[in-house]
Structures are given as C-alpha cells and as structure tokens.
C-alpha cells in the first residue's frame, strides 16, 4: 500500500486529515475463512495474510480534498494489490456462497426505482437501447429493462443471469469492439475504485452519441468513514459535491445528482444517484444546487431514518428469534 499525496479526483493537495483508523490482524481466523466468517473479518484476513504479510497492524487515514471534497483512505493499495483482492475473493467464492447464504432482497423495488429515476431525466420509457451494468452482478437491476432493451453485464465474477440478460466478461476489455451502449449502469462501484474519473472516462468512451449514465453510490461522507470497519471494501466515500466533480471532470456536462434513503442489497441507506449525459454544452446540473461535503458531514437529519430503520430491523430480528 502507498501513501498518496493527490486527491483520487480533482488531483488537488489540498488535503486535510479527519480521522484516523487503526486496524489488526484478527485473530484465530481460519484459513481460509469459511463463507459464515464476518465480511469485515474476511477482508482483515486478506489484508494481511495476502497484502501486508509479515504485518500485525495499519494506520489508515480519511483524507478529505477541500477543492472537490472527495473523501478517501490513505495509504492505498496499487492495481497489483487491487488484483491480489480479487483474485483472493474470486478464490474463495465469498460472492456467490454469501449471495446463496443472505441473498440480496426486494431486488424487484430496486430495479424499479432505478428504472424510474432514469426515465426521469430521459423523458421518455428506455426502450429499444443497448444497456450495460458495470459491476452489476447477478444482473438484478438490468430485469426491468430486459423486455425492450438488449441487456449486458460486465463483473468480475460470473454468475447466473436472468432471461434477457447476458455475461460479456470481467472487464472492459471484454466487450466486442463495435459495441456502444445508450445506457450504462455504475451502481456501488465507484466507492471502490482507486481512479474513479479514469473509470468514469472509460465507460463514457463506450456510450454512444447522447448516451447516458447512471451512477449510484453510498452516500459515505454521511458516516461510514466515521465507523470503517476495514480498509479494503471501500476506497472512496462520496458526497453530491464530490460525484458532481467526478463526472464533470470525466466529461459529462448534463446532471442530475440527488440524495435519497433508500434500498440497496440487504437495507436502507443513504446514497447519492447520479445521472449523466455527454453533451457539447456546458455543464448543467439540473434540480438543485449540490450539496457540499461538509454539509452532508454534518447534517445530523439523516440520522433521523436511518436510526428508525436500524430499530425496525433490530426489532424484527428479535421477534423472529423468539
């Protein structure tokens, strides 16, 4: 892992420290760790058995950028690092055995909410395009559009598809060479890239003229970084102000950037839902005025939901216990 001294985003040193983590190696720990081990556990164990041998603890940093307002951790891994993730996780079939042991629920809803928000901003049902889910998985979110659409996934681990729905491979460089898509999905993917904007870039050479994307992310300048329980999952935590600079700076000048409490795989949270389209004009971020970072750090109304959500579930799990 290297220390970084440039803002993931905007490439700006003006950064500022706003918290520190300290993380250990867990102890008795299988290896390797049977799928029922804790996720968090799971990514120590990799940490440090396969990333930083011979280690026992790490000090990680949030470093917030005070131009863009990214906020992300420091030291971070290299792409070399980043593959010896995957392809430890890939290894030990942690998606698929977890997907099989808690499979990600009301799929259906969420498919639906992205499906509206997109036709939102469109002004008009998504029918007749090549649509493609970046990092989409078991390709749930693409079901809704499957009917009218040609629908296509790209991720790093295949997995089965729905009907409508085809696996192109584990990367960019897996996509036919003539293919452009109307449509591309990034849905819980940028928070965990080392170059969002070189990734945003790459997916927008592969849009078509007047091509849109959607992009959601958690809206991590909320609290996780308060509360990061390892340092491997999530790289980079968000607010409107930041994904604004983000897709901005990777070419797209029409936006609609909003923040929502909503479901995600297995709960509610807060995330940011991002659209964008290349356009020739300047940039137009439509419905409000992002907000900043700082403001989204401390608005402590969003605790509000997000508590009584925490209590809901807590007490559903304590009645069906019983």
Not at 155 to 181: N, T
Not at 207 to 233: Q, S
Not at 267 to 290: P, R
Not at 299 to 318: A, D, G, M, Q, W
Request: contains cysteine.
């Amino acid at each position: 892992m290297i220390e970084v001294y440039d803002c993931p985003v905007c490439g700006s040193q003006e950064l500022v420290i706003v918290k520190d983590h300290v993380f250990h190696k867990p102890i008795d720990c299988p290896n390797p760790p049977p799928a029922h081990v804790p996720y968090a556990t799971e990514r120590l164990w990799i940490l440090f058995r396969h990333i930083l041998p011979g280690t026992d603890k790490i000090r990680i940093k949030v470093i917030l950028c005070s131009q863009c307002g990214l906020m992300f951790t420091n030291p971070r891994m290299t792409p070399d690092e980043v593959a010896v993730k995957y392809s430890v996780i890939e290894s030990l079939e942690s998606a698929r055995l977890r997907s099989k042991l808690d499979p990600p629920r009301k799929i259906e809803k969420r498919a639906k909410r992205i499906k509206a928000e997109i036709e939102r901003f469109l002004g008009a049902p998504v029918a007749g395009m090549r649509i493609l889910d970046f990092g989409g998985a078991q390709g749930h979110n693409l079901v809704p559009f499957a009917e009218k659409n040609e629908c296509c996934v790209v991720d790093l681990v295949k997995q089965e598809m729905p009907q409508g729905v085809d696996y192109l491979g584990k990367s960019l460089d897996d996509i036919p060479a003539h293919y452009r898509f109307n449509l591309i999905l990034l849905s819980h993917v940028l928070e965990h890239s080392l170059d969002p904007v070189t990734l945003l870039s790459e997916l927008a050479s592969n849009l078509c003229e007047n091509g849109a994307i959607y992009v959601e992310v958690p809206l991590g300048a909320f609290r996780e970084w308060r509360v990061l329980k390892e340092p491997l999952t999530h790289l980079n935590f968000f607010s409107e102000q930041s994904l604004s600079a983000c897709m901005r700076l990777a070419g797209f000048s029409r936006l609609s950037i909003r923040t929502r409490f909503q479901w995600v795989t297995h709960g509610m949270n807060w995330c940011v839902n991002a659209i964008g389209k290349l356009t020739s004009s300047q940039v137009e971020v439509e419905n409000h005025t992002h907000a900043s970072t700082r403001k989204q750090m401390k608005n402590f109304r969003l605790y509000v939901p997000f508590l009584v959500f925490k209590s809901v579930e807590k007490t559903k799990r304590l009645i069906l216990r019983r």
